[in-house]
């Protein structure tokens, strides 16, 4: 199938036509030829396929709560055309076999690319090293690992995961929290209101130590390290350094930590429960900043769908994690586009092109985060700037119903997918 996108502004500064067929953009400019579909794109601003770094899917083990179909849907209604899943899965993604099974029902749900995370070590337990090399080498070619949901706490098997993944290029991306910090029960961020609340919570600092020791040992085996959702103003600092340094590190924060504060507990609505916790005002200051100046690297969702049964409990007793794919695109639009902090460009940068190349997708044989050009890939998300958007629960194609943006407003909104040619989105809703 031909399609042409009539007049959209690439990346929020030229305007042109493009038209894609046969997975490849053919041409890009003033085009005449005539197409099987277009889309008037007036007004419209076009970016290169979103690219999640951080997207839990919950197959295998908790189909109640998502599955790989159902988590496809969501990340292509929410602009993405390659998601890496998260292998805190039941089993763990641990193994080659694993793997190439999360990496095959991606294939077949064929909405979006779904590259799987491997687990750093076996059983997420922190500490024997899981198969990396193995899953490297797989079908699904891994080169993210994470132990997320955990923090890889040993640092002797963290620098011998660090020195394992260099060997292939790989990278660790690290869920930084001291566990000896943060208490069996801690549920939020420790502060006044936690004190006030009666709530159980965690310091900042048990991400920062975290952080910091992971650059110095990623500057030590001269490998490259990921910091997973940054929730505090002093892992900014550490990381702003480290980078002056030279140390092979990035980053990512997510929607919700750019967004949501620590005051919007004191309802106890578990909705709002997340690791890492709601931060206060002056973080949420410092997280948008750093992503402003490229101190983070990119924007990831952390999607964390939850069945009700684990989230609707008293706030210490639910389970972790919100909803992010489908709105991603609008949060960031709202808060970093609306007010002046990024252009599209940064938007294509952050949440496209720097997290493709971060996982190593932006090479071989199915590249995402490539320049809206002749011959490239056809991998593009159209996005009315303009659109309000008033977010509703009920309309998520998410199996779960864990959504934090319940009722905000919000400017901005994804109107069209395309995945190497396809469109898995038109007109803001699934096209397949
Ligand atoms: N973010 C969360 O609060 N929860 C995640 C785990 C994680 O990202 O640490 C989950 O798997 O539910
Ligand atoms: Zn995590
Ligand atoms: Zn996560």
Redesign the pocket.
Known sequence: MSLLIKGASLLGETTADVLVADGKVQEVGSVTAKADRTVDADGLVLLPGLVDL?T?LREPGREDAETVLTGSRAAAVGGYTAVLA?A?TSPVTDTGEAAERVYDLGRQAGLVDVQPVGAVTKALAGEELAELGLMARSRARVRVFSD??RCVADARVMRRALEYVKAFGGVVSQ?SQDPSLAGPTACCHEGELSGRLGLPGWPGVAEEVIVARDVMLARHTGSRVHV??VSTAGSVEVIRWAKAQGIDVTAEVTPHHLLLTTDLLSGYDPTFK??PPLRPAEDVEALRAALADGTIDAVAT?H?P?ARHDKEHAFVDA????LGLETALSVVSTVMVERGLLDWAGVARTMSERPARIAGLDHGDRPHGRPIAVGEPANLTLVDPQAKVVVDRADSVSLSRNNPWHDRKLTGRVLATILRGEPTVLEGALAR
């Open positions: 951080h839990h998260m805190n997320d949901g869920h997973a959702h997340v690791n952390d964390a939850h389970a972790f994690g919100m």
